[in-house]
């Protein structure tokens, strides 16, 4: 059984830094993707970065303001995903996914997995 392991979440000063990892427990294929969504407070949940298993990275919505770096390491199935400068809207939940398919998009309904989520608290 699949399970995504999240963690570095918790409460971080406004322009400070924050790096949340992710790990596929349970999972083997050479050729995968892994994302991190954002549900702020009231509503829906955003696709903000993914990486493929070959490296091609991706970044949407508010992750291109230049804030945000996502990296992997294929071998071990583990993402990270930091964000410098942080700000209180980048507050709440974050998540960690995993598709089988080989190419990233901002789609909840494109991955197969889903982490638990870890909070992020931005203090102003």
């Known amino acids: 059984q699949v399970q995504l392991v999240e963690s570095g979440g918790g409460l971080v000063q406004s322009g400070g830094s924050l790096t949340l990892t992710c790990t596929a427990v349970g999972f083997s294929s050479e050729n995968f993707a892994m994302a991190w969504f954002h549900e702020a407070p009231g509503k829906g949940r955003q696709g903000r970065s993914c990486i493929t298993s070959s490296g091609a990275r991706a970044l949407w919505g508010d992750a291109l303001e230049g804030r945000f770096t996502i990296t992997g390491d294929s071998a071990k199935a583990t993402v990270e995903f930091k964000i410098d400068r942080v700000r209180p809207a980048d507050s709440g939940t974050y998540y960690c996914?995993?598709?089988?398919?080989?190419?990233?998009?901002?789609?909840?309904?494109?991955?197969?997995?889903w982490g638990q989520g870890v909070q992020v608290t931005v203090s102003s």
């Open positions: 996914a995993l598709t089988t398919r080989r190419g990233c998009a901002p789609s909840e309904g494109v991955f197969d997995y």
